[in-house]
């Protein structure tokens, strides 16, 4: 799982304008957002350089305690 999609949200970007923001293609941003795709930690990088967030942030799956 990751947050991708809710972050660009959040920035108001399409899927569009941040394929362009980092140099891959839109199609790839819609694997990614699906989780279909596990990006580089190139791209993981850039993706969170351009959403003004941390890889954690981004890419970490908090789990909830079961008690």
Not at 27 to 36: R, V
């Given at each position: 799982m990751n947050r991708v999609?809710?972050?660009?949200?959040?920035?108001?970007?399409?899927?569009?304008?941040?394929?362009?923001?980092?140099?891959?293609?839109?199609?790839?941003?819609?694997?990614?957002?699906n989780n279909k795709y596990n990006p580089s930690l190139d791209l993981c990088i850039r993706l969170a350089k351009v959403l003004e967030t941390d890889l954690n942030s981004l890419f970490w799956e908090e789990k909830k305690d079961e008690k």
């Amino acid at each position: 799982m990751n947050r991708v999609k809710e972050y660009r949200v959040e920035k108001k970007m399409s899927q569009s304008t941040l394929a362009k923001e980092i140099n891959v293609a839109r199609q790839t941003i819609n694997l990614i957002e699906n989780n279909k795709y596990n990006p580089s930690l190139d791209l993981c990088i850039r993706l969170a350089k351009v959403l003004e967030t941390d890889l954690n942030s981004l890419f970490w799956e908090e789990k909830k305690d079961e008690k």
